[in-house]
Structure formats: C-alpha cells, structure tokens
C-alpha cells in the first residue's frame, strides 16, 4: 500500500473513532439522565392529592368524562338535555365551581 493510502486510512480511522467516541458520550448522557429523573421523587406520590370518597352529581345524569389535575378533579355531565362541568377539590370532594355548557 501506498503511504498516501495508509494516511488516507489512518485519518478515516481517527475520524470513525471520533464520531463513535462521541456517539458513546452521548449514550452515556442519556442514560444518566434517564437514571437520575427515575430516581428522583417528584413531589407526592402518584394519586396522593385525591382521596376523595364520593362526588355528587344529579340523580339520572350521565358521566362524559372525568379529568384530574392540579389537585382538581372535572367532571363533565348530562342531565337530560343539560350539559355542564363540575370541578371539585381532590382532597375534600367539595364542588368548587359549576359551568353550565350552553350552545351558541
């Protein structure tokens, strides 16, 4: 082999080494920062702000979708031809706001 070959070669060797080096770095990163966000707490426990036991909703009406966040719990409901929305406290289950649902 010629020596331009064997440099040729040895520069795309160097430059293959390089880029997986730098492959490996970044796999390493990542799965470090996957291990510590796994490790971490992240506040309380998952369903820990909602214990309530019960909601009260309108005898006959029909549940649409119930949605929990913010410590909140929204439930969407029928009654009849009447559409309206319900937020309640997760912890104490006392009804914070009610939104009637009305079309334009």
Do not use: C, H, N, W
């Not at 510590?36 to 426990?45: L, T, V």
């Amino acid at each position: 082999m010629s020596p331009d070959a064997k440099a040729l070669i040895g520069r795309a060797r160097r430059s293959f080494l390089i880029s997986i080096g730098l492959l490996l770095v970044g796999f390493i990163a990542i799965g470090g920062v996957l291990v510590y966000r796994a490790s971490q707490s992240g506040g309380s426990p998952s369903g820990a702000d909602y214990i309530i036991a019960s909601l009260k909703i309108p005898a006959g009406a029909e549940v649409i979708s119930a949605v929990a966040a913010d410590g909140q719990l929204t439930i969407t409901y029928r009654a009849g031809s009447m559409t309206s929305v319900r937020i309640f406290d997760g912890r104490s289950g006392e009804m914070i706001r009610e939104i009637p649902v009305v079309s334009e």
